[in-house]
Structure formats: structure tokens, C-alpha cells
């Protein structure tokens, strides 16, 4: 009997896009494909879940790694192939070493299959029953669970258990987005949740060099590569905010510096998302956290753009963003201590509850069209490669 050993993967959400399904399952696909580029396997689609097939086994754990980094995917099993026939499953089975309590959880995708999915499990049990002296049906907190599906393409899948996977949506399905890239911890791990919601991330950062060191920069650009472990590729815009914090400085109130650095940073997003036909802006911003943070200063810092402002993590406390920097792995670098462009020239006591028409007033003092233009004239772009 011929046996395989392949890992199974399963994908969620896609069935609820009616439609669209094969353009998503297509671009999960070639997002599979692509971060796997340079391994040797090859991959079978077979409806409800992908196959990745006739891998070299040393580097399994290595290809796990990569995959529960692919959005779309929910979970992994290591799991062997067999013919989708009763007589070869029940075979197989009978070979497997099982102790103690176990349930057997079966599933028929292929209806023309001669057994129901409880029929199946009934069987399948049975067979474990007989082999294995000191094995013990417990269907509610049992020690092995033993999945058997049996798929389409006439094959079925036997393994023991499910590997956690990003979930969220294929990358690109929802369009392309810029990132408000800091060096905080926050900002990085907005850029992986709209990932993880099927947007491409490109990026912008605005810093204040001299006032901002050299490292802040770096630290910055490997934010941005710690991301691609995700999101594949980031083309990051460096934007010079020097100036532009100058004349702020020496024109405007400086309870209203941050508020007008702010409307500032979001027009110039706006300005790069139409030359790079970016359908959203994404920043870090979390309800409350900071007085550039409250409902009003958002509203007067929003009121510059009209595409959509995405903030994923308006309604997260500290805590719970850290947790997810831990997690994606950016908050080591988050956390090291160089100065952020906001933090030069910071007033002691920034205002808490803006409005639109005083900041408009300070603007007038501004040339803000020349500044923007001439910053975005003087950017640098960086290709971010994992
Ligand atoms: P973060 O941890 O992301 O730096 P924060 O808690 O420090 O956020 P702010 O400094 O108020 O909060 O920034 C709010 C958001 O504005 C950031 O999450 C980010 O999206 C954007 N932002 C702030 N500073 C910059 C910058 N220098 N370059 C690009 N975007 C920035
Ligand atoms: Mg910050």
C-alpha cells in the first residue's frame, strides 16, 4: 500500500467570498508558492485544503515555519496520504499505535464516498479497538485525536494534529495600503493586522535628521524587514520631516506643534497613496493613549485627507499591542531607544482637544503646499526584501 507523507493545509474565510473564491485561492496559491521559492515540493488544490507534496523531510519544520506565516491559512497537519478507499484506510489504521483514551474525528468532503463521516469514525474506531490493547474511546477530552478526511482528488489525509496558522486573508486581496511607519510599537503591529485583512503594505517615515539619528533611521528599516517575514516585499518611502518641524516650530503654538506635524504627515501619505495608487493610509493610533490621540485631535488630524484611514488598533490597550510585537517578533527592535521625529521640539503640554478651524488658522502661517512638495521631492525609497 502506498503511503506519502505530506502536510495538509487548510485555509478559512475564502468560502465566504462566493465568487471571488478562485481569485482568492489563486493568490493564496501563489503566496504559498512564493514564500516557499527556493525549496523543492510540489502543490496539489483539492477544494477545502492544498497539499504540499514531495518535500525533502529534513526540511519539514523549516516549511512549517514559513507557511504559518502565509495569511489565508489556518492550520497544518503533518499528515499521511493514502488512497481514499475504505478497505486501504482501514488498513493503515490498523497499523497505528494508539494508547490510552483516543476518538477517531473523520470528514468526507467526496459524498460519493460509501460511508458517512460518523460511519467512518465508527469503523475506524473499531479498528483501533482491536489493535491496540490499551486504547480507550473518550469522544470529549481524549488524549489522541485521530483525523481522517477524505478528499476529492480520491486520497485521504490521516494525522494527529493541527498546527495554528496566521489565519486572516490572502495577502493583496484587499488592495495595497500605506503604512504610517514609526519606530514605536505600535505602528508595526497596525501594518501586520491590515496584512492579515489581505492588504499589501507599502510604507512611509518621516524623520528629523540631524535631529533624529542616523540609527533611528535603521531601526526604522528593520521594523520594515521584520514585517516582510509577513508581507513578503515593502517598499518603504523615507521622508525628510526636518523643515517641515522647523517652520512648524517658529510659526505655530506650540500646544498645537503635534496636531499640525500630524495633518501634516497625513497629507503627504495622501499625496504618495495617489502617485502610488494606494487605496488607504494605516497609522498605530490607539483611542486615548496620547493627548494627539482623542477623538478630537483624530477627527482634526483626519479631516486633511478623504481616503480611508485605517487604525486597527483604536480600540487595543498597551498591553494587548505589546503582546502582538512580542508575538510578530518587532518589539525588540520597537523598544530600543532611539528618538522618534515627534519626540524633537515635543511641547510640554500638547493640546488635548484641537479643532479644526484653530489649526487651520496656524496653517496660514505655513506654506504648506511648497513644504509637502519639496519633501516628497527629496524622498528616499527603499525595497525591503525578506
Ligand atoms: P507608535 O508606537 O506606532 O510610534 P505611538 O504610540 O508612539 O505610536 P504617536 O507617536 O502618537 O503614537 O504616533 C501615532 C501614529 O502616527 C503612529 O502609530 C504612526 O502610524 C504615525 N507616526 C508617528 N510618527 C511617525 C513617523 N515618524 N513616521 C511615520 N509615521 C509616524
Ligand atoms: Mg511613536
Do not use: W
Not at 21 to 34: D, G, S, V, W
Not at 94 to 116: C, E, M, Q, W
Not at 174 to 181: P, S, V, W
Not at 357 to 373: F, V
Request: with cysteine; proline share 3%.
Amino acid at each position: 500500500m502506498e503511503e506519502k507523507r505530506v502536510l495538509l493545509l487548510k485555509f478559512g474565510e475564502l468560502f465566504l467570498k462566493g465568487k471571488n473564491k478562485h481569485e482568492f485561492e489563486k493568490l493564496l496559491m501563489e503566496n504559498i508558492r512564493r514564500k516557499l521559492a527556493g525549496f523543492d515540493f510540489s502543490l496539489e488544490f483539492t477544494s477545502g485544503r492544498i497539499i504540499i507534496e514531495n518535500y525533502d523531510e529534513s526540511i519539514e519544520s523549516v516549511l512549517i515555519q514559513k507557511l504559518q506565516t502565509v495569511f489565508g491559512l489556518i492550520g497544518i497537519a503533518r499528515a499521511v496520504e493514502i488512497e481514499g478507499e475504505v478497505e486501504s484506510i482501514k488498513s493503515y489504521v490498523s497499523s497505528l499505535k494508539i494508547s490510552g483514551t483516543f476518538r477517531v474525528s473523520a470528514k468526507r468532503a467526496d459524498k460519493r464516498f460509501p460511508l458517512t463521516s460518523v460511519e467512518l469514525e465508527k469503523v475506524l474506531g473499531e479498528v483501533v479497538l482491536q489493535n491496540n490493547e490499551s486504547a480507550k474511546v473518550d469522544l470529549h477530552t481524549p488524549k489522541t485525536t485521530l483525523n481522517v478526511e477524505v478528499r476529492f482528488n480520491g486520497k485521504c489525509y490521516v494525522y494527529y494534529e493541527n498546527i495554528r496558522c496566521a489565519g486572516g486573508l490572502p495577502l493583496g486581496s484587499a488592495g495595497e495600503a500605506l503604512l504610517l511607519l514609526s519606530g514605536g510599537i505600535d505602528s508595526p503591529v497596525a501594518g501586520y493586522l491590515m496584512a492579515k485583512r489581505g492588504l499589501k503594505i507599502h510604507a512611509v517615515h518621516f524623520h528629523s535628521y540631524p535631529y533624529t539619528s542616523e540609527q533611528a533611521k535603521e531601526k526604522v528599516i528593520t521594523l520594515a524587514r521584520e514585517l516582510t517575514n509577513y508581507v513578503d516585499e515593502i517598499k518603504l518611502h523615507i521622508v525628510s520631516f526636518t523643515k517641515i518641524q522647523e517652520q512648524i516650530h517658529m510659526n505655530c503654538d506650540a500646544e498645537y506643534m503635534i496636531t499640525i506635524m500630524r495633518r501634516i504627515m497625513m497629507r503627504i501619505a495622501e499625496k504618495i497613496c495617489q502617485r502610488e495608487n494606494l487605496g488607504a493610509i494605516i497609522t498605530g493610533e490607539s483611542l486615548g493613549q496620547v493627548a494627539s490621540q482623542t477623538m478630537q485631535s483624530i477627527n482634526v488630524t483626519n479631516s486633511v485627507v478623504s481616503l480611508p484611514v485605517f487604525r486597527p488598533l483604536i480600540g487595543f490597550d498597551k498591553e494587548d499591542i505589546m503582546a502582538i510585537a512580542k508575538n510578530i517578533g518587532t518589539y525588540d527592535t520597537s523598544i530600543l531607544p532611539y528618538e522618534d521625529c515627534c519626540t524633537v521640539f515635543l511641547p510640554k503640554y500638547p493640546v488635548i482637544k484641537p479643532t479644526i478651524k484653530r489649526a487651520e488658522h496656524l496653517e496660514r502661517y505655513l506654506n504648506i503646499d511648497a513644504l509637502a512638495k519639496e519633501a516628497i521631492e527629496t524622498e528616499e525609497v527603499l525595497i525591503i526584501k525578506n
